[in-house]
């Protein structure tokens, strides 16, 4: 019943940063794991990073380790992906996406209940 949407995304150049955010309904968000993935065209849905329903725990894919940070408000229902020294190899459809019952730390497509509709990140050489 979760329902996800992103916001944030855009053409901008390489060397350049953006901030992504995906809000999230329901009262349990506290409680689901949250991850993005994201898809370049003619590509396969690729894990970018996820984090543990607190916060405190992050997970992220080697490609973007030290230029991305995911990070959440329970509060204000919102995951975030912080985008630095964004590359033209970021180009891609970034999906939000949320895990009830299981651990953050997966990659896997599959272990993920809840998808957004997905925003797109352009970015210029």
């Known amino acids: 019943q979760v329902q996800l949407v992103e916001s944030g995304g855009g053409l901008v150049q390489a060397g350049s940063s953006l901030r992504l955010s995906c809000a999230a309904s329901?009262?349990?968000?506290?409680?689901?794991?949250m991850a993005w993935f994201r898809q370049a065209q003619g590509k396969e849905r690729e894990f970018v990073g996820s984090?543990?329903?607190?916060?405190?725990?992050?997970y992220y894919a080697d490609s973007v380790k030290g230029r991305f940070t995911v990070s959440r408000d329970n509060a204000k229902s919102t995951v975030y992906l912080q985008m630095n020294s964004l590359e033209p190899e970021d180009t891609a459809v970034y999906y939000c996406?949320?895990?009830?019952?299981?651990?953050?730390?997966?990659?896997?497509?599959?272990?993920?209940?809840?998808w957004g509709q997905g925003t797109q990140v352009t970015v210029s050489s």
């Open positions: 996406a949320a895990r009830r019952s299981g651990t953050y730390y997966s990659s896997r497509r599959s272990d993920y209940n809840y």
């Open positions: 329901g009262r349990t968000f506290s409680s689901y794991a």
């Open positions: 984090l543990s329903g607190g916060g405190h725990s992050t």
